[in-house]
């Protein structure tokens, strides 16, 4: 297990480096230099400028320049905001803790819909419930997740007033009532993500059941007078599951996406929030520290899959 | 953002019945009839794309035109979908960000699919460390952030491309291109799978045995085969771009405000939810019933074109 935890671990290494490539070249292509402005004030002089610039290596080959921007993010400098004013490492974990719970909760939330309805849509395919979940499922990937938040703010804050629109990391109630603001306020961005993903992982749950229930081990399993409750649960979902992990894992980036987007209608202080204010305040450190943060979740994702695709599939052996 | 639209994985075994030989356009219109949905999503999707063509000689009303003993009004028979905050007619403006949310969609497929299927054919043919290369470089690929990266590459390009090319024609280029370019893999994964069953079936070698050249038997007989999941995944892919241009525009960070696409228009009915809801209610359900429809028309189009499946 450790063996192939080890080597896992190895392969993700290149993908890391080819995303760093890649987010630095697509900086490096950039037109514009930080320099700019200081190279046309007139009231700086040239050599003054000119040492700037190498003393911050502007001029150096583009190979060097990565290896020394990369070194510097492997060993953890980060560079400094220019807009908050504090080292980009300290912003990004004050931010990742509200976003990944956020994450956490809207995937085991989609989860819980998907699988309970995917696989009782699978064993009796072209019911009514089939067919009633089937257009469901396709209306709920269909809502891009900013209109439903918007929807769910129109109906739950506006015209119903139950639940806040603005997600709050300093809320003023202690003990249970602040359990119970958190709670409140979590919903809905939890509630958003969680139905869109739920929605098009229902049909990837539907169809992989729906595969597998037809094998011949499937059969063999009633045939041995198993309950139809532990055929499904233990012969047929265990199995079905495999292709799911690898498309969840596929659909991880997307994810990302949708969670950039809560965050800035509920304007939960996450990091997504916090790249969407980066660019507008054009504060570079950030918004490459954060795109960088994102591609090593992914990645990060991406290797728990991998796990879990052992785990459930006894033909894959960890060596 | 959408993100990948899951492949409707419907499985049907049973073998199709004897019927009499048809051509096979033919054979996949009749399977499209049938899907009842796709049909009526084809209908919704050709009402609006006409209605946004048509749209100036439809509803003259300029999408400028700042009226501000109209603000924030209802659907009215002056205003049928009412007004915005500068007592903008809303209906102007949807009709023309519906040309641009559309234009984007299409225009970034095509690109999608064109860098697909060249990557696809070039690694389904070529084997050995050409294809292992450019296998990886998809898989590369598939596992980028791809909005935050999204966000990054406008952020960084916007302002140039701007000055070169204008700033409507600017960001037009610089968000196909770059939807467009991150949605290519799924369809080079696809084309190359097919090639890789296509090559070694009996009707290629047949060519190859006749003395095609390599050339002739790809482009004749290889691509033309593999063709039909690429147009569903393709079908789909305008719906993941319109989605994908709806939501930068959503941040703030997509079509400049002067461009009312549907996207800008929810961003911007964003702060006045409580007094003007429609405001926000006609782009939101505009994008929802065109993703709706192109997802259900690409489920029905891979009924009709997956000929494996017997109906």
């Known amino acids: ?319 | 953002m959408a993100g990948s639209i899951p492949a409707s994985l419907t499985v049907d075994g049973a073998g199709a019945p004897l019927r009499p030989q048809r051509s096979w356009s033919a054979e996949a219109w009749r399977r499209f009839r049938r899907h009842k949905l796709a049909l009526s999503g084809a209908f919704i999707l050709a009402v609006i794309v006409v209605a946004v063509l048509v749209a100036p000689w439809l509803w003259p009303v300029p999408i400028n035109e700042i009226d501000f003993s109209a603000r924030l009004q209802g659907p009215s028979l002056k205003h049928p979908l009412g007004t915005d905050d500068l007592g903008q007619d809303l209906l102007a403006r949807m009709l023309y960000g519906g040309r641009i949310s559309i234009a984007v969609g299409l225009t970034a497929m095509l690109i999608a699919i064109v860098f697909g299927v060249i990557i696809g054919a070039i690694a389904g043919t070529a084997r050995g460390s050409v294809d292992a290369a450019l296998m990886w470089l998809t898989d590369l690929f598939l596992s980028l952030p791809q909005l935050p990266l999204l966000l990054l590459i406008i952020y960084l390009f916007r302002d140039s491309l701007k000055a070169i090319v204008g700033p409507e024609a600017g960001v037009f280029i610089l968000i196909v291109i770059v939807i467009g370019g991150f949605r290519w893999m799924p369809v080079a994964r696809l084309v190359r799978a097919q090639f890789m069953s296509l090559r070694e079936k009996e009707f290629v070698e047949a060519a190859r045995a006749l003395g095609a050249s390599r050339v002739r038997v790809v482009l004749r007989h290889i691509l033309p085969n593999s063709l039909g999941p690429v147009i569903v995944a393709g079908t789909i892919d305008v719906a993941a771009a319109i989605i994908a241009e709806s939501t930068l525009s959503f941040l703030g960070l997509g079509f400049p405000p002067d461009i009312p696409t549907w996207g800008r228009i929810l961003f911007d009915a964003r702060d006045h939810l409580d007094v003007a809801p429609h405001w926000a209610l006609f782009p939101g359900m505009c994008i929802f019933l065109v993703v709706l429809s192109i997802n259900y028309l690409g489920d029905g189009l891979r009924d009709a074109l997956d000929p494996r499946k017997g109906m």
């Open chain 1, 1 to 319: 297990m450790a063996k192939y935890l080890v080597r896992r671990l190895l392969i993700a290494v290149p993908s890391l480096i080819g995303i760093s490539v890649i987010l630095f070249t697509i900086l490096a292509l950039a037109p514009g230099d930080p320099f700019e402005e200081l190279a046309n004030n007139p009231n700086v002089p040239p050599e003054v400028s000119a040492n700037l610039r190498a003393q911050f290596g502007i001029d150096d080959p583009v190979m060097v320049r990565y290896v020394r921007w990369a070194s510097s993010m492997a060993t953890g400098d980060w560079g400094f905001s220019f807009a908050s004013r504090i080292d980009v490492d300290q912003l990004i974990l004050q931010r990742l803790p509200v976003t990944l719970f956020i994450l956490g909760a809207s995937q085991v939330l989609a989860l819980l819909i998907a699988i309970p309805i995917g696989v009782y849509a699978a064993t009796r395919p072209y019911s009514i419930f089939d067919q009633i979940a089937n257009t469901l499922a396709f209306v709920g990937f269909s809502l891009p997740t900013f209109f439903t938040g918007i929807l769910f703010i129109l109906l739950f804050s506006i015209h119903l007033d139950w639940l806040p629109f603005v997600y709050r990391t300093d809320l003023a109630e202690t003990g249970w009532a602040w359990w119970w603001a958190q709670f409140k306020q979590s919903i809905m961005p939890i509630t958003v993500l969680g139905l869109f993903q739920g929605a098009s992982w229902t049909r990837f749950v539907r169809s992989a059941v729906l595969d597998v229930i037809r094998l011949d081990y499937v059969t063999t399993a009633r045939a041995k007078g198993l309950t139809e409750r532990s055929v499904i649960v233990k012969h047929a979902l265990r199995n079905a599951l495999i292709p799911v992990v690898t498309l969840v894992a596929l659909e991880m980036p997307g994810i990302f996406g949708g969670a950039i987007v809560t965050e800035q209608i509920f304007r939960v202080p996450g990091i997504g929030s916090l790249l969407v204010s980066a660019i507008l305040a054009n504060d570079t450190p950030v918004i490459m520290a954060v795109t960088f943060v994102f591609a090593c979740l992914v990645v990060f994702f991406n290797l728990i899959a991998d796990i879990l695709y052992g785990w459930l599939d006894p033909r894959i052996t960890y060596r």
